[in-house]
């Protein structure tokens, strides 16, 4: 089974063409290495990624809100290619998020808006590694702030990077390394501290 890895951000919006070619590269970084990209199968920039991962013959998963094919298209205007696969929740935008970070092995972040934070929130909450590709507009560089706010230990490590290659690459080095914790293991044990690498920082 391939990893599948979360891309999430924002779908609606001002999205200049620099963020939406940064997002299409993401995408094209998941499937040459061999991934599974998964989006709420929304417009914006996850749509640009699965793009990107297309364009790279990459297999993708959307998560729908909607019960349907014509709900989907009809009322929440989203896409339906070029996906490989969608699976249709029926559990509208707001619940669709929790299938959707379920659904990823670790989740990254582009840009983003108040649905965007709820993504991330869950992700941080439920223990996942998170990758954030920063000076890509929205929030996606307040998320590590937000994160450091909550104080909260979860064993969520967080990632990141403004060069899109250079996070999935380093996102999935650490996942195949490190023994991740699930949030259930977590949520008995409690002994997990967050991690945030920054890696630009790192290369100085």
Same mark, same amino acid.
């Given at each position: 089974?391939?990893?599948?890895?979360?891309?999430?951000?924002?779908?609606? @919006?001002?999205?200049?063409?620099?963020?939406?070619? &940064?997002?299409? &590269?993401?995408? #094209? &970084?998941?499937?040459?290495?061999? %991934?599974?990209?998964?989006?709420?199968? %929304?417009? @914006? *920039? +996850?749509?640009?990624?699965?793009?990107?991962?297309?364009?790279? @013959? !990459?297999? /993708?998963?959307?998560?729908? +809100?909607?019960?349907?094919?014509?709900?989907?298209?009809?009322?929440?205007?989203?896409?339906?290619?070029?996906?490989?696969?969608?699976? $249709?929740?029926?559990?509208?935008?707001?619940?669709?998020?929790?299938?959707?970070?379920?659904?990823?092995? =670790?989740?990254? $972040?582009?840009?983003?808006?108040?649905?965007?934070?709820?993504? =991330? %929130?869950?992700?941080?909450?439920? @223990?996942?590694?998170?990758?954030? *590709?920063?000076?890509?507009? !929205?929030? /996606?560089?307040?998320?590590?702030?937000?994160?450091?706010?909550?104080?909260?230990?979860?064993?969520?490590?967080?990632?990141?990077? /403004?060069? +899109?290659?250079?996070?999935?690459?380093? %996102?999935?080095?650490?996942? #195949?390394?490190?023994?991740?914790?699930?949030?259930?293991? =977590?949520? #008995?044990?409690?002994? $997990?501290?967050?991690?945030?690498?920054?890696?630009?920082?790192? &290369?100085?």
């Amino acid at each position: 089974m391939k990893i599948q890895i979360g891309v999430m951000g924002s779908a609606g @919006g001002i999205l200049t063409a620099e963020q939406l070619d &940064r997002a299409r &590269r993401l995408g #094209r &970084r998941i499937a040459q290495r061999g %991934c599974t990209i998964v989006t709420g199968a %929304c417009p @914006g *920039l +996850p749509h640009a990624a699965t793009l990107g991962a297309n364009e790279e @013959g !990459g297999a /993708s998963l959307g998560v729908s +809100p909607a019960l349907s094919r014509e709900e989907h298209v009809n009322v929440y205007g989203s896409p339906l290619q070029p996906y490989t696969t969608i699976v $249709f929740t029926g559990s509208g935008l707001m619940g669709r998020e929790t299938h959707n970070i379920h659904s990823s092995d =670790f989740v990254l $972040f582009v840009g983003g808006r108040s649905g965007t934070l709820g993504e =991330f %929130c869950i992700a941080y909450d439920e @223990g996942k590694l998170i990758g954030i *590709l920063t000076d890509s507009g !929205g929030i /996606s560089n307040d998320l590590p702030k937000i994160a450091d706010l909550v104080k909260k230990e979860t064993g969520s490590t967080i990632i990141t990077d /403004s060069d +899109p290659e250079k996070l999935v690459d380093a %996102c999935l080095d650490y996942y #195949r390394k490190e023994s991740l914790p699930s949030s259930v293991a =977590f949520n #008995r044990t409690g002994n $997990f501290a967050p991690v945030h690498q920054n890696l630009e920082e790192a &290369r100085g």
